[in-house]
């Protein structure tokens, strides 16, 4: 996750983006995606997943390099200046807001009932992204720290509580949840998740801070 100035253009990219020229300002988007009509990943709205070109970043340089190469379809123009919308908050945005807004956008309808279970940096973004983009109707966070409780209700959370009376909390307020989301990733979490829902809902699993999940297929 990286922004920058643009310091020069390659020959063709004036006449195929005429909103890039030397001094925009730029967020990176690291998947690097080739956004091509071939590319399945990328006509199925799965960017994240295109492999055509090397990830920005990982391997290759990207975050703490001086100066850096990237295609031009990669280079997002921010609609600021460094001064307004500073460099530390702009790259961000490429992750740990561009992360949860790809995982509920393919996920959560308007009118739903979110669950966003683990609200750290990216989980609080999800909060807030629910109900902003995703016209969700209710987003309970939930959260073993009172801390991101509290922040959760800030980033415009209907229903807070700690994991350990999610289930208790639910059936108190009769709340349905239709769209569970995964920050954390254990198989504690993930079954918790699992829980929560209604029949026939969806949980969407973005942390992976253990090892493989079991899953019973019944």
Known sequence: MFEGIIVALGSAVSDEYPQLS?????????PNACLKP????????RTNLCRVHPTLGLGNDGSWAPYVAVRAASAIPIPADPQTLLPAVAAIATDAVVTPY?????????????????????????????????G??????????????TQAMDAGADHVTHPDDLLKYLAEKNIFVDVAIDFVGTQTTFELCFAALRPGGTINL????????????L
């Open 22 to 30: 030397k001094g925009t300002y730029v967020a990176v988007y690291a």
């Open 38 to 45: 071939p590319c399945v990943a990328c006509v199925s709205g």
């Open 102 to 134: 790809h995982a509920l956008r393919t996920s959560v309808k308007e009118g739903q009932t979110v669950l966003c279970l683990g609200t750290g940096g990216v989980g609080l973004n999800a909060v807030a992204i629910a109900k902003s983009c995703c």
């Open 136 to 149: 969700a109707s209710s987003v309970v966070a939930c959260d073993v720290r009172e801390s991101s409780r």
């Open 206 to 217: 973005i942390g992976f801070a253990g090892p493989p999940l079991q899953v019973n297929p």
